[in-house]
């Protein structure tokens, strides 16, 4: 049981501390945000409530600056004050902002932010477990090493996230309505708004993948739906 330990006892630290930055980012987010009233954004949410046989979804603006979308840990879906302020200004449509609600829901829908809980405890053990090894055969750098080799993992597991999150969304879209046409147009805006040049990194090092990937990715499951009816 003992050898164990250095296994389990990372487990534990990972999942503590997932829990605590959970409770964290809930309680900021409680704090930072307001829900979202604009009824000319609120007629394509509903076609997404719709489509899901809901009767509502519940937006909220957290209230920061830089353009994003999230989903909580508990579930909730926000937009950033920095995101609606692009819509308000006319630089993002109402259909556009939607594919970025239904992204977030495809999160929750999929169980990413459960898994991540689970993912970010593996992190921690594995970030341990393997600095224990390499410190051994690289004395001085083995931990660094194994820092980045649990980093490269995570950021691999989270692009797996961002596209079946982009498909969910896709066949959401299509099946509320509004098609992905607004998807695809909002991410060929995105980088310029959130003023991320996906360039300036590999792809292998990104925890989302880039934005032609994601783009390709869509137009190759809509040709794959249109072909199978």
Do not use: C
Not at 109 to 120: E, K, N, S
């Amino acid at each position: 049981m003992i050898k164990f330990v250095p296994i389990i006892l990372p487990l534990v630290y990972g999942l503590v501390m997932f829990r605590l930055s959970a409770w964290r980012l809930n309680r900021t987010l409680k704090n930072q945000s307001s829900l979202l009233a604009d009824k000319q954004l609120l007629k394509p949410i509903q076609l997404l409530a719709n489509a899901l046989d809901l009767e509502s979804i519940s937006v909220n603006i957290y209230e920061i600056e830089p353009v994003n979308g999230l989903a909580a840990p508990d579930g909730k879906i926000f937009i950033t004050r920095g995101f609606y302020n692009k819509f308000t200004s006319g630089e993002v449509t109402g259909n556009e902002l939607a594919s970025v609600i239904a992204h977030e829901l495809g999160h929750v829908a999929l169980g990413h932010t459960r898994r991540r809980m689970i993912d970010f405890s593996g992190q921690n053990a594995l970030r341990m477990a393997l600095g224990s090894i390499l410190s051994r055969v690289l004395p001085g750098i083995g931990g660094i090493v194994a820092n980045v080799l649990s980093n490269l993992l995570m950021a691999r597991l989270s692009r797996a996230d961002e596209f079946e999150a982009d498909e969910y969304a896709s066949a959401l879209m299509i099946k509320s309505g509004i098609g992905v046409k607004p998807q695809i147009s909002m991410f060929e805006k995105l980088e310029k708004l959130s003023g991320n040049n996906g360039n300036l990194q590999p792809a292998w090092l990104l925890s989302h993948p880039k934005t032609n990937k994601r783009i390709e990715k869509i137009q190759e499951n809509v040709s794959k739906w249109d072909a199978d009816k």
